[in-house]
């Protein structure tokens, strides 16, 4: 594998789409290639991690539970925001 394939390859590297074999070449040309490992890592840091990406509502759920990890740190029963009983 060259530099300019090790290139093509990186967005698809990055958003997991490369096959195993594919991501073995990649990841053996990042190593032994300073200037696509550089490349790689300026390209991890324009683009989000899509698993961090969170959709709104699980962004309020994960809210929810931090808040109720918060409450049972604290030994509280009240709520620290309103939220509307469920059960
Ligand atoms: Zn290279």
Redesign the pocket.
């Known amino acids: 594998m060259d ?1 300019a394939q ?1 290139r093509e390859w990186l967005v698809a590297w990055q958003d997991r789409e490369l096959t195993s074999e594919q991501h073995r070449t990649v990841a053996a ?1 990042l190593y032994a ?1 300073p ?2 490992s550089e490349a790689e890592r300026r390209l991890a840091e324009a683009t989000p991690v899509p698993c961090l990406r969170a959709s709104p509502a699980l962004e309020r759920r994960l809210w929810t539970q931090l808040d109720r990890t918060l409450q049972r740190a604290r030994g509280r029963t009240a709520p620290l925001t309103r939220m509307p009983r469920t059960g």
């Open positions: 530099c090790a040309h290639c200037a696509c």
